[in-house]
């Protein structure tokens, strides 16, 4: 597989529980965030997306809690399963520019059985 | 099934040569972008297209070329001029440059490139 997930910090869960990885962002004028799930030798998918008139979404089986005081976004997955093993990055934006997008580095999800 | 198709998903490349990569997209969008994924890294936009026969630097586009002479294909060219061309390759495609609502970036597989 590719070795993006080098270098990047782990969380390693059972399966069955939940997940909550975290990502710091640098803009305080940041208005969009979006997380992307990275599994072995594929390209990003997106995952969820916020905006920073909310405080929380939730999807099937995730949820983004974004906390503008402390510039920090997290997402959380529930009965986390082998599948979800990837690693997972965030991304913001500001001024509604696709081409502005930062990507941080990126979480290793380890899905132990 | 929509999607973009990047090929060739490795290749190796001596020193000094010229490689191409390429980049399709069934999508029927606009914009098309280049990215480079280094280990430990974020992901770094090289170049991008807002629509055909036009396209813009990117962050990092020294040792880069690319083109957009038809809506679905964007093909990437790693120059000789690229110090350490060595990285995984992702393009990617959204409706319009601009996000609003569902206007996400989809990427394809990637093209991991090496230089020997």
Redesign the interface.
């Given at each position: 597989g590719?070795?993006?997930?080098?270098?990047?910090p782990t969380l390693s869960v059972q399966e069955g529980d939940n997940s909550i990885i975290n990502c710091a962002y640098s803009n305080s004028a940041s208005d969009?965030f979006?997380w992307y799930k990275q599994e072995s030798?594929?390209?990003?998918?997106?995952i969820i997306?916020i905006r920073s008139n909310m405080d929380k979404r939730q999807g099937q089986r995730v949820t983004v809690l974004l906390n503008k005081t402390v510039k920090h976004l997290s997402l959380q997955i529930a009965a986390t399963q082998p599948g979800d093993s990837a690693v997972y990055?965030c991304?913001e934006?500001y001024g509604?520019?696709?081409?502005k997008?930062?990507?941080?580095?990126?979480t290793l999800l380890a899905v132990q059985p | 099934d929509g999607g973009i198709t990047q090929s060739p998903k490795y290749l190796f490349r001596k020193e000094g040569q010229n490689v191409t990569l390429s980049c399709e997209q069934n999508l029927n969008h606009d914009a098309m972008y280049w990215y480079r994924q280094d280990p430990g890294q974020g992901l770094r936009l090289i170049y991008y297209s807002q629509i055909v026969n036009d396209f813009q630097k990117g962050d990092i586009a020294e040792g880069y070329s690319v083109s957009r002479e038809k809506k679905e294909s964007f093909p990437l060219t790693v120059t000789s001029a690229q110090k350490n061309p060595t990285a995984f390759y992702l393009c990617a495609s959204s409706i319009t440059i601009y996000h609003s609502g569902a206007n996400v970036l989809t990427f394809g597989a990637g093209s991991r490139l090496t230089v020997l």
């Open positions: 590719e070795s993006v997930g080098l270098h990047l969009y979006i030798g594929k390209g990003p998918q997106f997306d990055f991304a934006g509604g520019a696709t081409n997008l930062i990507f941080g580095t990126g | -």
